[in-house]
């Protein structure tokens, strides 16, 4: 079930503007009503302008109006595994629950698949402000 997005996030990965860390990463997300959206980290000179992989899916799936991830894929190179920052773990948070599935992913394929709650623990969201 996961495989076309493991296969759409190393397709977006190839795409990524990673000029000052070398590091492409891609993502690419399940919403609830099934639609599939990609992105890439895109860098900047002045550093702290650079943005993720998987923020450039999430407001890709804003853009087309969904707000709820259902699955996603991440996929990015060394060999570690390359799981999403701290930053967009909490941005994965608002749109999705703890169950959410992230397969970590490599240039070669799948890694590990792990779930939002493992990475994020306890954490604070939407539902706080309730
Ligand atoms: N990166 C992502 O795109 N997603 C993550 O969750 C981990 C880090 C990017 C940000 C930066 O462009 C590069 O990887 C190196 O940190």
Known sequence: MAEDLVTLAIAAMQRAYAPYSNFPVGAAL???????????????????????????????????????????????????????????????????SDDLLIHVCGPEGLRRTVTLGELLPLSFGPDNLR
């Open 30 to 96: 399940r919403a609830q009503n099934g639609a599939v959206f990609s992105g890439c980290n895109v860098e900047n000179a002045a550093y702290p302008q650079g943005w993720c992989a998987e923020t450039s899916a999430i407001a890709a799936m804003i853009m087309a109006g969904e707000t709820r991830i259902v699955e996603i894929a991440v996929a990015g190179g060394g060999a570690g595994l390359c799981t999403p920052c701290g930053g967009c773990r909490q941005r994965l948070r608002e749109f999705a």
